[in-house]
């Protein structure tokens, strides 16, 4: 499946299925193939996301998405996949991923169910006006699957112009 089909699955898809079908879930990852400082300044320019200034670090940064409830963490070094098999490990090492972020539903005094729903806009969000708009690579792993298999995820390539 690639970028845009899975943005319009989430759009469509039932809340109670975002999780089991789509892999939507509390530290759901996005990889990148993009350094941790050019990650960041991107990610500052987008008008839903704010810095929260506390958690500023050379290794990590914490991002608010509208309300504050729900959150982003961008982090300096590359996401652990061992769990491949070697044909789908050899494909990710050509693209160089260099960062990743975790998205998350809710703050830590909140409660996590049903929040489904907007983990799905956000990741709609950032594939649309982050990846997308900006051109960069990236791969968003399917949980709830096998996780070895390369069908699995979400591989964005863009051709740059």
Do not use: W
Not at 92 to 117: C, G, V
Not at 129 to 154: N, T, Y
């Amino acid at each position: 499946m690639n970028l845009e089909e899975y943005l319009e699955e989430l759009k469509n898809c039932p809340d109670n299925e975002l999780t089991s079908r789509l892999g939507v879930y509390d530290n759901y990852p996005v990889v990148l193939s993009l350094d941790y400082t050019a990650a960041k300044k991107k990610l500052q320019e987008l008008d839903r996301f704010t810095i929260i200034k506390r958690t500023n670090s050379a290794n990590a940064q914490t991002f608010n998405f509208d309300d504050g409830m729900h959150t982003l963490t961008l982090h300096n070094r590359e996401y652990n996949l061992y769990y491949l098999d070697k044909k789908t490990e050899k494909k990710i090492q050509k693209m160089n991923y260099r960062s990743y972020f975790f998205l998350h539903p809710y703050q830590a005094e909140h409660h996590p169910f049903d929040e489904q729903r907007k983990m799905a806009e956000m990741i709609i969000y950032l594939g649309k006006e982050f990846l997308m708009k900006q051109k960069i690579p990236a791969l968003l792993p399917i949980q709830g699957s096998d996780v070895s298999d390369a069908s699995k995820f979400v591989f964005y390539s863009p051709r740059k112009k």
